[in-house]
């Protein structure tokens, strides 16, 4: 798009576009979402940015109407496979708060340098500065939600200071922390003991319509006992799951039921430090940042999926929420995963429902398992020799899957397809997908739903 195409968006409030790009206003020092619904503002005053953080780096803070941080990720960093859409796969998934600028390079196989001249040449922000972006969305959530002392969710954001903490919110949202809880008028009277109990509600952002049914039918069909489980009639169904995180666990509910542009979900974590990592391991596994308009274009106009796009938009590719479980599971099934969750999963310290385990790590897997292929997977898992996380090159990952004895084409594209996202994959070989590119795993999905849609 050019400036002048993306000015159209914004003079129409074309949500189609939000988390695509943003833009500000030089003469209110404010930075939108395309859809904002305040005044359009004169062309000459609007600038356009690729990220949030690159306009919050020209000085511009995020707008109090639109909140411009809280919307979908651009369906871009899915599709691409090159340095910048892996690094933004792997920022997103809090590598650089783990890790620093220098774990995100040696991950891409990059020097720091050339990745942060990447990353600045074409979203105009380097990595610190992304993952800053991310450090303050996260604590608005955490202030406006929870009553968690100030301190707490400074750390728990990942900022590495309070003194940073305030001076990024402050930057970014024109206000104190202390204002922004106030504004938004929950959470206050919550006591930290009681917002660890009930959870983090969060309203997980999607674009476009969203086909909610699908997803929940999919889910439902491959639970495995203890570790997720769907409950609720189909319409009004929840999904729920555990969570194996770098520093801890967590307890994660989402709803089916979508309120307008989002999900409502809710997490439980036993370490606040890892919500940025949860919340963007339930978007993949929801495939939140999708673009359906573009997915819906095409597929409709293939005269056997034509009439599904027209009844039922928005259909999406599910991917996981823990890509070395799913290489599991896709291997011996989901009878046999259970099994191996009742005997080598990890026992969550405080149970919830039927949620009692988390899926036991590659590690734990490799010294017990006597199955051959499940020891060659689980051992090449453990030991880094495939490697399945968030920003990991997808042909790559492919090709050392079908080194191991047991993983035949379909099982390595299905571990593509779900396991790393990628949107144009086609495990069963369909005829005629070809013609599905570039979202060939949307149309597998929809080819699959065909037979759930009315006449």
């Excluded at 940015?49 to 369906?75: E, L």
């Excluded at 990745?115 to 992304?130: I, S």
């Excluded at 995180?245 to 509910?253: F, N, Q, Y």
Aim: aromatic share 6%.
């Amino acid at each position: 798009m050019d400036e002048e195409t993306r000015y159209e968006a914004v003079s129409s409030r074309d949500a189609r576009f939000d988390g695509e790009f943003f833009f500000a206003v030089e003469t209110t020092g404010i930075y939108c979402r395309p859809s904002c619904p305040a005044v359009t503002p004169k062309r000459k005053n609007v600038r356009f940015y690729p990220t949030a953080a690159a306009a919050q780096g020209n000085g511009f803070r995020a707008c109090r109407r639109c909140r411009p941080d809280a919307v979908p990720g651009s369906a871009d960093w899915n599709v691409r496979a090159d340095v910048v859409g892996r690094a933004m796969r792997m920022i997103g998934d809090g590598v650089v708060d783990r890790e620093g600028v220098p774990g995100l390079a040696h991950r891409l196989g990059y020097s720091s340098r050339q990745v942060q001249r990447q990353l600045n040449a074409e979203l105009g922000a380097g990595p610190v500065a992304l993952a800053r972006a991310q450090r303050a969305h996260t604590a608005r959530v955490l202030l406006q939600t929870t009553g968690l002392p100030v301190t707490e969710i400074a750390f728990a954001a990942g900022f590495a200071s309070v003194r940073q903490f305030n001076e990024t919110v402050r930057q970014i949202y024109a206000r104190t922390p202390s204002e922004l809880r106030t504004e938004a008028g929950t959470g206050l009277g919550a006591a930290p003991r009681q917002a660890r109990t009930t959870g983090i509600p969060l309203r997980l952002a999607h674009r476009g319509p969203y086909a909610a049914r699908e997803v929940f039918d999919l889910l439902a069909g491959e639970t495995v006992a203890r570790i997720e489980e769907v409950s609720g009639e189909p319409g009004a169904r929840t999904y729920r799951r555990t969570l194996r995180l770098p520093h801890g666990t967590g307890i994660a509910a989402v709803d089916e039921r979508s309120a307008g542009s989002w999900l409502e979900a809710r997490i439980h974590l036993t370490d606040l430090r890892d919500l940025t990592t949860a919340v963007q391991r339930l978007r993949r596994l929801f495939d939140l940042d999708a673009d359906p308009y573009a997915v819906d274009e095409l597929l409709g106009a293939d005269p056997m999926l034509a009439a599904g796009v027209a009844v039922r938009p928005g259909v999406r590719s599910p991917g996981t929420a823990d890509p070395e479980e799913f290489a599991v599971r896709a291997l011996v099934g989901p009878a046999a995963a259970g099994e191996l969750v009742e005997l080598y999963g990890k026992v969550l310290d405080v149970s919830c429902g039927g949620l009692t385990h988390v899926f036991p790590e590659p590690g734990v897997l490799a010294g017990a398992v006597s199955d051959p292929a499940l020891r060659a997977l689980a051992t090449a898992l453990a030991d880094g020799d495939v490697r399945l996380d968030a920003g990991d090159d997808r042909d790559a990952a492919e090709q050392a899957l079908l080194r191991l004895p047991g993983i035949d084409a379909a099982t390595a594209k299905l571990i593509r397809m779900r396991g790393l996202g990628d949107p144009d994959v086609d495990p069963h070989g369909t005829p005629g997908s070809e013609l599905w590119r570039p979202w060939r795993s949307y149309g597998v999905r929809r080819a699959e739903a065909m037979d759930r849609v009315p006449a």
